[in-house]
C-alpha cells in the first residue's frame, strides 16, 4: 500500500509541473497532494508542519497566479478599468481558450479595459505588456514551486529506497 501512495504521490508531483503550463490543473496544489500522500505513507514520516507550511505556499502562489497580471499591469502604468479589465480577462481567457486563453485573455482584457477609459495609445500597450508580463511571472513562480517541491518529494524516497 505504501508503494502505491508513493507513486501516487509522484503522479501528482509531475502533475503539479505540468500544471505550471497548462492553467487547468493548479499546479503547486497538486504538487502539495503529493506530499500529502507521501505523508500517509508510513515509510517516510513528513511532520504536520511542514505539510502545513508547504499548502500556505501552495495556496499563496495560486493566488499569487491571478493577482500578478493585475498587479504588473496596474505597475507598468496601467488604469483601474485596464487592470479590471486584465482580470477579467484572465478568468474568461481560461474558460474560452484554455491555457493560452490567461495570457491572450490577460492582454485583451488589458486592452479593452483601457480602450474603455480613453486611454492614449502608449498606455495601452504598456498595460498590456504588464499583464503579459504578469502571467509569465506566475508561471516562472508555479514552476520554481513545484519544482523545490519535487525535489524535496525525490529527496525523500530516494532516501528510504536507496
Known amino acids: 500500500m ?26 503547486p496544489i497538486t504538487s502539495w497532494f503529493g506530499f500529502l500522500m507521501l505523508h500517509l505513507s508510513s515509510n517516510v514520516i513528513i511532520e504536520s508542519n511542514f505539510l502545513i507550511f508547504t499548502l500556505i505556499i501552495s495556496i499563496l502562489i495560486f493566488l499569487a497566479d491571478f493577482i500578478l497580471p493585475m498587479f504588473t499591469a496596474k505597475k507598468f502604468g496601467g488604469s483601474k478599468i485596464g487592470v479590471l479589465g486584465t482580470g477579467i480577462g484572465v478568468f474568461l481567457g481560461f474558460f474560452i481558450m484554455g491555457p493560452i486563453g490567461v495570457l491572450v485573455g490577460a492582454c485583451i482584457g488589458s486592452i479593452l479595459g483601457e480602450l474603455l477609459n480613453n486611454t492614449n495609445g502608449d498606455k495601452i500597450i504598456v498595460g498590456a505588456i504588464g499583464s503579459i508580463f504578469g502571467v509569465i511571472s506566475g508561471v516562472f513562480l508555479k514552476l520554481l514551486v513545484s519544482l523545490v517541491f519535487f525535489l524535496i518529494y525525490l529527496e525523500k524516497i530516494v532516501s528510504i529506497y536507496f
Do not use: A
Open 2 to 27: 505504501n508503494q502505491v501512495l508513493e507513486l501516487i504521490g509522484l503522479t501528482l508531483m509531475l502533475l503539479g509541473l505540468i500544471g505550471c503550463f497548462i492553467p487547468i490543473i493548479p499546479s
